[in-house]
């Protein structure tokens, strides 16, 4: 009676909250908490099933929580900053970094998850069809993470398998 991999519902459940045990999990204000409960679903889908879980076009999904970053790094430098010509640098370059933590966050979270069976989730991560500076900016970090590798050693991760799409016409 247990199901066997499985594409999850990442955007109704992003955009729209969902319940983990006790918890009422409301929609995410920032690219971290994202992140975060992308981590927080996989584990429980990968607990109560065998086989692998993806979540789809990550890029794509994550862009509106990174834009949420953008507009508070914006209102921050407009605080802070005197000069208006220096406002969206600013929060360009913060929101590059907020989307490189956040993606470094969830490839340390899915390799350090364990199932109820004592294994690291199967997880496939796809992306690559955004076009946004903001979706570029995050098939970026995914690369850069993996390139920088786990931990002291540098080991490169096992999980999550990373499924890159190239738009036609793009270079």
């Known amino acids: 009676p247990m199901s066997n991999s499985c594409l999850i519902d990442s955007p109704g459940m992003l955009s729209e909250g969902f319940k983990i045990g006790n918890a009422e ?12 409960q992308i981590a927080q679903i996989i584990a429980n889908v990968s607990s109560s099933q065998y086989g692998g879980c993806s979540v789809h076009r990550i890029d794509e999904l994550l862009a509106p929580y990174a834009k949420l970053n953008y507009q508070k790094n914006y209102k921050e430098a407009q605080l802070w900053i005197e000069d208006e010509s220096l406002w969206e640098d600013y929060a360009q370059k913060k929101t590059q ?5 956040a993606m470094q966050s969830l490839e340390y979270e899915i ?3 364990f199932t109820t069976n004592g294994q690291t989730p199967f997880t496939s991560l796809g992306f690559g069809l955004g076009t946004g500076w903001i979706e ?7 690369f850069k993470v993996r390139l920088q590798g786990l931990g002291k050693e540098k080991r490169t991760a096992i999980f999550p398998k990373l499924i890159f799409t190239l738009k036609k016409g793009l270079n």
């Not at 409301?26 to 971290?32: A, D, R, T, V």
């Not at 570029?136 to 995914?142: H, L, N, S, T």
Request: charged letters at 30%.
């Open 25 to 36: 999990v409301e929609s995410p204000k920032s690219i971290q908490t994202a992140t975060a």
């Open 97 to 101: 970094k907020d989307i490189y933590d």
């Open 111 to 113: 390799n350090t998850l």
């Open 136 to 142: 570029r900016e995050i098939q970026k970090a995914i």
